[in-house]
């Protein structure tokens, strides 16, 4: 089949960070307008992001629409029309802890943090970002709770992440990937030294088959947006995985099809061929 006679997706995932928003961090006009004549159409349309649920309010703004979403690359399924977490997977406080001694050990001088989730979005019953003293942040987290090491892994967690300023992302997961096994699905989203785990079998390819249930779609009528190695099992599991032109290695190596950069409205160049 070639992208030229694809028939019409039935559902539409997309990353956010480099992929649906430009360099600016802002959904462009045109790919509100694609994405609502989808939404009139009837197709649901869903966010597969790294992203915490927190950090849904400014996309949802720019798309004037509230989605269900897949957070934590999979971990959470979230309603940001409703403000609740739906579901929810986490790494027990017996792993988290092995998983910390392990990466101090491997990759000397990391910070670790942890992602929680509550039961909405907003949820200030407990902090749900948490780092050490030695995590650096690889980019703006105003709503950080800088911790001791040890509280950072005394409750449980949709995410893991270790930081080492200066060290390639790949490398660090190369290193740690082989030691930790299926105890953790291990991915990252940015190049800047920083990896993610999760409790395994955990993807954004898991948290959107959750949703793809739950709306009664089946994977080959999904389409699917991304440039990260956290989305390469997105990618692969929809009937059509696309990639953006700025998209990692490991992510063009998996597309069906390559598409303009976030910053050229990609996304929306697509979704095009059947929504104007």
């Not at 915490?52 to 934590?72: F, K, N, Q």
């Not at 190695?229 to 992510?251: I, T, W």
């Amino acid at each position: 089949m070639t992208r030229l006679h694809l028939p019409k997706p039935k559902m539409v995932a997309t990353d956010v960070d480099g992929t649906l928003i430009d360099h600016d961090e802002r959904v462009t006009p045109r790919t509100r307008a694609t994405v609502g004549a989808l939404i009139a159409d009837g197709v649901p349309f869903v966010l597969a992001t790294g992203r915490p649920p927190r950090w849904i309010d400014p996309v949802v703004d720019g798309l004037g629409y509230a989605p269900l979403c897949v957070c934590g690359n999979g971990a959470v399924i979230y309603d940001s029309a409703t403000d609740r977490v739906l579901a929810s997977h986490t790494l027990d406080v017996e792993t988290l802890s092995w998983m910390a001694d392990l990466a101090e050990r491997a990759l000397p001088g990391c910070g670790l943090a942890a992602e929680r989730v509550g039961a909405s979005a907003h949820d200030a019953v407990t902090p749900q970002f948490v780092s050490s003293p030695l995590y650096e942040h690889a980019w703006l987290n105003p709503d950080d709770t800088a911790v001791a090491r040890d509280e950072v892994i005394d409750t449980p967690a949709i995410k893991m992440l270790i930081r080492l300023r200066g060290a390639p992302s790949g490398e660090m997961r190369d290193v740690l990937a082989p030691l930790i096994g299926d105890r953790a699905d291990i991915t990252y989203s940015t190049d800047h030294g920083l990896i993610e785990l999760s409790a395994p079998g955990v993807t954004k390819a898991s948290g959107l088959a959750s949703v793809a249930q739950r709306l009664g779609v089946e994977h080959p009528a999904i389409i699917a947006f991304g440039d990260m190695p956290n989305d390469v099992p997105m990618l692969s599991m929809a009937g059509h995985g696309v990639a953006m032109a700025n998209a990692h290695p490991e992510a063009l190596a998996v597309a069906d099809e390559v598409t303009a950069t976030n910053a050229e409205d990609g996304v929306a160049r697509v979704l095009e061929r059947w929504w104007t």
